[in-house]
């Protein structure tokens, strides 16, 4: 195994130091943004078809499957994001050995923990659906949709979002995006093919999205193979290493991102667990057109936040603070712009949008009621992703971390039960946006004074000598 060191920047690591800020936004934050989408329309567009059936607990079985197949982006997260933003940091310092490194733990270890956790969710599958919702109508559509999504079809899920990150990762944002990007674009023609065509249903769903993730999995691979000789991303098992700090390293960054999947899992486990004692399948239906709005909402959010988490990291990681601190802004603004044009649009439309899931039935009313008030919680939402984003990049995992076990793990979920109890399903509905804008303000405060900090000790380091960029 020969140790790598590149003496010149690359066309894509010049992009990170070199561009304009506007440029280096645009190039790394659009990509990130539409993988993100494109990545959402997977389930979006199962929800889509799985709607025009008209069937109530198909369309509730999509509602009670989606923190489970969640779980799979988390692991694609923990693993993904974390090399992300070593990879970049090490590529800032000159290391692509140790780039190697991280990228080839990152895609062995993903792979490893999806197949054991779907190895664990067919030992005990029936009694969890039925602790989160399903019923003696729905738990045979559940099952079939996971058969194929996420027994059959986990490994290349997880591991086309990983290639995902780690292509992002080394400035190659049109490959990152185009991946994730086809397995979005087949979906959407082979559901109809599938549900409809040969009359599946929503197993046809799953077996669609399957396909279409195989077929993704297959373009980076091919990727690769064409660019091995240059590329950081690695499948080469003997770079593979856990020690050297390899791993605590990629879990501090990843861990906060996977855990706000997981934290925000559990609490879809409680909501649908109460939306079942308190509502029914009508209620349970109406959530998962609010979810599904939301998420792609959400999903936009979170391209922005890791369309910029690299290049901070890289050019943090050369010294190059000022500019870090213009790339902070610039993609604060883009942040604002997109929150607000989702507040707008789902104030003024609801209905329009309710409609693109469910067409008719009970449950459209009750989901634009939803909607109305699950939307303010976007705000902080949005800011929250790109702030843990920005203090990952920075080095300060530990905040990410604690915000997210507090945000996310010990207050989300006791404030929904909370107000659950006290004022039943319209409780649960406003206790997200409660705690999710209240810690966008915290975090802010956080970022105010960690950034003035790292300005400063920027400053006293080009003053004393020392701190040098080998950017010039």
């Not at 539409?34 to 929800?47: C, E, G, H, P, R």
């Not at 499957?65 to 070593?86: E, H, L, Q």
């Not at 140790?98 to 999806?114: L, M, N, P």
Request: with cysteine; aromatic share 12%; charged share 15%.
């Amino acid at each position: 195994m020969e140790e790598e060191e590149a003496e010149t920047l690359s066309p894509q690591e010049e992009a990170f130091t070199k561009y304009s800020v506007p440029r280096v936004l645009a190039k790394f934050i659009l990509p990130a943004a539409l993988s993100q989408l494109t990545l959402l329309i997977l389930n979006l567009a199962d929800a889509f078809f799985v709607g025009r059936t008209g069937d109530t607990y198909q369309i509730s079985a999509m509602t009670i499957t989606f923190p489970v197949m969640m779980t799979i982006s988390c692991v694609a997260n923990v693993f993904g994001i974390g090399a992300n933003a070593k990879m970049a940091t090490e590529l800032g310092k000159g290391n692509r050995k140790r780039a190697k490194i991280f990228s080839s733990f990152a895609v062995y270890t993903s792979a490893a923990v999806v197949i054991l956790l779907s190895l664990i969710l067919l030992a005990a599958e029936k009694p969890l659906l039925y602790s989160i919702g399903a019923d003696e109508n729905s738990v045979g559509f559940c099952q079939n949709y996971l058969l194929w999504i996420f027994h059959v079809g986990c490994v290349p899920l997880v591991l086309s979002q990983v290639f995902s990150q780690l292509y992002l990762a080394e400035g190659e944002s049109k490959i990152s995006a185009f991946g994730i990007g086809c397995a979005g674009v087949l979906n959407v023609f082979l559901d109809p093919l599938f549900i409809f065509g040969f009359g599946m249903g929503i197993a046809g769903a799953g077996l669609a999205t399957c396909v279409a993730n195989y077929i993704s999995f297959g373009y980076y691979l091919l990727m690769f193979h064409f660019r091995r000789k240059t590329t950081v991303v690695c499948l080469d098992p003997r770079y593979y290493q856990a020690g050297d700090h390899i791993c605590t390293e990629v879990l501090s960054v990843g861990i906060p991102a996977g855990l706000v999947l997981m934290c925000m899992n559990i609490c879809d486990f409680v909501r649908n667990y109460f939306f079942n004692l308190l509502g029914g399948q009508v209620e349970l239906a109406a959530w998962g057109v609010v979810q599904k709005i939301g998420n792609s909402f959400m999903q936009i959010c979170v391209g922005i936040a890791q369309g910029v988490r690299p290049v901070i990291a890289y050019n943090f990681s050369v010294g190059l603070v000022k500019r870090v601190k213009s790339m902070i802004s610039g993609s604060m603004l883009v942040m604002a712009v997109w929150v607000a044009a989702c507040l707008v649009l789902a104030g003024t439309v609801p209905t329009f949008l309710v409609n693109l899931f469910i067409p008719y039935g009970d449950s459209v009313p009750v989901a634009v009621s939803y909607l109305r008030v699950w939307i303010f919680c976007l705000i902080g939402i949005g800011f929250v992703e790109l702030l843990n984003s920005i203090f990952q990049a920075i080095g300060k995992w530990k905040i990410s971390m604690v915000n997210t076990v507090i945000n996310k793990g010990l207050l989300l979920t006791p404030v929904m039960i909370l107000m659950a109890k006290i004022w039943g399903i319209s409780g649960m509905m406003i206790s997200q946006p409660i705690t999710e804008d209240g810690t966008a303000l915290v975090l802010l405060f956080l970022y105010l004074i960690v950034i003035k900090r790292e300005a400063a000790a920027a400053q006293k380091k080009e003053v004393s000598g020392y701190g040098k960029s080998r950017i010039q």
